[in-house]
């Protein structure tokens, strides 16, 4: 794995936008949520794209597909948030990133039928943008599959933690996106560490590092909205 994120810039759709690549290389499997390569399964990559606001392309996996690398299977994910003030945490070799945009609050058990609220104006312009926090985790040691899934729950625990100290008034947004990652296991056939909840040694490690990523984002959306 090198040594954590690159930012690139494209021009799309008449607007400058940033994508982060982590290149995690042979030898990982991940968990993800993602339009692309998500579910669980070797992946060597993860690319976090910015988009447009209102984006409404018909083909967004094929879309990320054509910004990561070409060679090899990757995890790709999208958000309206600009993705250069992205933050990063680590515990215990635990390492997190997030990208937090905070401008559509989403209740997940909300009433049939509610409607959540519309995105709230940029200062100054009359486009909006969704928010959506995308968070990518990589845990150091191999993890079955039932320890990924734990993960992943663990990950939206700690996210939904940092943005109720922050006051916002939603478990998070309905576009959030989740990947870990992990190194396969051994040639031997270890299972892999067996728990992945807040709990667990390497679960309580996702929670910090997750939790601190997702609150150093949230605070610095608040202070540039």
């Not at 993800?32 to 993860?46: K, M, N, T």
């Not at 899934?149 to 100290?165: I, R, W």
């Not at 008034?169 to 270890?190: H, M, Q, R």
């Amino acid at each position: 794995m090198n040594d954590g994120p690159v930012l690139g810039l494209r021009t799309e759709d008449g607007a400058r936008l940033g994508a982060l690549l982590w290149e995690f290389g042979p030898g990982w499997r991940m968990i993800s949520s993602a339009v692309l390569g998500g579910g669980i399964g070797p992946r060597e990559w993860v690319l976090n794209a910015q988009v447009v606001a209102g984006y409404s392309r018909m083909d967004p996996a094929e879309h990320l597909a054509a910004l990561g690398p070409a060679a090899s299977a990757g995890v790709g994910m999208m958000t309206a948030a600009k993705v250069e003030r992205y933050t990063l945490a680590a515990d215990g070799g635990v390492r997190a990133l997030a990208t937090v945009g905070l401008r559509v609050p989403t209740w997940a058990a909300a009433p049939e039928g509610a409607q959540d609220p519309e995105p709230a104006p940029l200062l100054g312009h009359r486009a909006t943008v969704p928010g959506t926090i995308n968070i990518i985790v990589a845990v150091p040691v191999p993890m079955t599959d039932a320890a990924l899934v734990n993960a992943v729950m663990t990950v939206t625990e700690a996210k939904t933690q940092a943005l109720a100290e922050v006051g916002f008034p939603g478990t998070g947004t309905a576009s959030d996106a989740v990947c870990v990652a992990a190194p396969i296991g051994s040639a031997t056939g270890e299972p892999g560490e067996p728990f992945g909840g807040p709990r667990s040694t390497w679960g309580a490690r996702v929670a910090r590092a997750v939790h601190s990523a997702v609150r150093q984002g949230a605070d610095d959306w608040d202070a540039h909205r």
